[in-house]
């Protein structure tokens, strides 16, 4: 698994770090899956660059909350029996021992063996949201992130939310949803070959570890405002949605 990590990223992407010159522009598909054009994501969010070790934390801090630390050994006191003296302490020739459960005995404890323990620690909020940009940034600039207008099916299928996602060309994609795809999110939570992610789950483990992302351009304006990059005024979001039509460019851890 963690080689697939490594790999997700582009390792052209190391040093200082910077953020791309005007907007990200990333592929728009209509809902019958047809590609509509281009549609623009903030460059704060979606366009930055470097930073690999931020990546490489924030997927240990995940793993690492994820383990359930329950190893566990039994010492000499945990062990039942040998509560006798196998033998008297003098005379015997032998070496002096005072219980059959000491941990130099066959059967007996273990010396600094591993106890219950949480292996979770957290990160400064301000290195997740910005290890989250990387990831989502990574995914933008390398052609992998999708955008659809809407997730809507028919019916709550999944045999038709499996045709949907092979029809747009993916395989092992993470799909991000909002509260509107609540149909999409029953019909496709099956599919073994691809996950979905509420916005407020969105994490950098999950973005590197699928070779594609999808999201609703509602949904990327959500995660937009989720790290920090305040939404479009009324203006922007008309003449955005003006910009909308066919062949034209549109504008589109750890809280």
Known sequence: MEKRIDKGYQKGHRGKGHQVDGPVKVALF????ERTGDFELSAAVFGRTGHEGLLHEAVRMQLAKRRAGTAATKTRGLISGGGRKPWRQKGTGRARAGSTRSPIW????TIFGPVPRDYSYKMPKKAWRRALSLALSD???NGKLMIVESLELAEAKTKQAAAFLTALGLRHALIVIGDEDEKFLRAARNLSAHKLLAVAGLNVYDVLNYDEVVMTA???RAIEARLGVAPASSDDAA??????APGVESSGVES
């Open 239 to 244: 003449a955005g949605d003006s910009a909308a």
């Open 30 to 33: 209509s809902a019958s899956r």
């Open 106 to 109: 066959r059967g007996g404890g």
């Open 139 to 141: 995914r933008a600039l």
């Open 218 to 220: 509602k949904t990327a």
